[in-house]
């Protein structure tokens, strides 16, 4: 089946809401809001900065994330803002400052950037060193995170 952007719906227990992401705009890509067990994970990959409708989602949804995967495909290389297709890390910081600004996240939850490409020409322990100075962590192969 098909999803659709902002319906929520619910399979084997979870509900899902697919959001409008930044990808391909010759495709329909989203990303997701997960709950189950009164857990939400904010799995933001394969995206680049969120249109405005996303935002404006997220700030209505009153939702708390307890786990945020983003994409970091560019590492701490500078992207332009109009990217259609991922994210570097400071285009995370912006991102991440609207689900605070918002209420969805706090000190709690815990932010893994993740989907890290080749391209991002940026070694994993440069990237470890500035999401640490955050708060974040970065993700690797075989990583299990409890929340």
């Known amino acids: 089946n098909k999803v ?3 319906e929520e719906f619910t399979t084997e227990g979870y509900t899902i809401t697919p959001l409008r992401a930044k990808h391909d ?8 809001i997960i709950e189950k067990d009164g857990k939400t994970l904010f799995y933001s990959c394969d ?13 209505n949804c009153k939702k708390h994330f307890d786990l945020i995967a983003i994409d970091c495909t560019y590492g ?23 689900p605070a ?5 706090d000190e709690n939850t815990k932010v893994v950037m993740t989907h890290i490409s080749h391209n991002a020409h ?26």
């Open 76 to 98: 701490l290389m500078p992207q332009n803002k109009n990217e259609m297709s991922h994210m570097c890390f400071e285009d995370n910081l912006y991102v991440l400052d609207k």
């Open 25 to 32: 705009p010759k495709s329909t890509p989203v990303i997701y």
């Open 47 to 59: 995206t680049a900065v969120y249109y405005e409708e996303t935002f404006e989602y997220l700030k």
């Open 101 to 105: 600004e918002f209420g969805l996240r």
């Open 122 to 147: 940026t070694t994993h322990e440069q990237l470890v060193k500035a999401a640490e100075e955050k708060g974040f962590f970065v993700a690797y192969d075989g990583m299990e995170i409890e929340f």
């Open 4 to 6: 659709t952007d902002f």
